[in-house]
């Protein structure tokens, strides 16, 4: 599932994640550490086992060359409103600070594993779906 380009699996979930309303970054597998790794290093290995080909490793978070183990991190923001005097301007354009009472948003963090579980849940299916229809054979499979 998924295409060789634009429509990569990886940017599907990466677009999916980012649309839930606290989450700032997404990485995929080791995510932002492949950036200092050499190539050498990245490059998941595979080998026989039980009679199947596994990966040696899963650097790239179980998207290549076949679906494994996902490893997806999202990286959510704290909430807003907190007890602290916090530096705004006022509808004049004047200078001032607020200092917020209470919690006034909604707090993600105990929900987020769920949420983040379900988008990638939901991503997945589509991905299926989508390749469905993405040969005519699996079309007429499907209707006859």
């Known amino acids: 599932i998924g295409d060789p380009v634009f429509g990569k699996l990886d940017a599907a979930f990466a677009q999916a994640l980012m649309s839930i309303g606290a ?6 597998g080791d995510g932002v550490k492949v950036s200092t790794m050499k190539g050498s290093e990245n490059n998941d290995g595979f080998h026989m086992e039980n ?21 997806l ?6 909430t807003p409103s907190i007890a602290q005097p916090q530096q705004t301007v006022t ?10 009472k209470g919690r006034h948003d909604p707090v993600i963090v105990p929900r987020a594993v769920v949420v983040v579980e379900s988008m990638a849940a939901i991503t ?13 054979d699996y079309v007429k499979n499907f209707y006859l």
């Open 91 to 100: 509808t004049t354009g004047e200078n001032t600070s607020i200092e917020i």
């Open 73 to 78: 991190r999202a990286h959510i923001k704290p």
């Open 23 to 28: 989450v700032k970054a997404v990485e995929i």
């Open 124 to 136: 997945l299916v589509d991905a299926m779906f989508s390749n469905m229809s993405a040969r005519m």
């Open 51 to 71: 009679g199947r080909i596994v990966k040696t490793t899963n650097h790239s978070g179980g998207i290549l060359g076949g679906i494994s183990e996902i490893l």
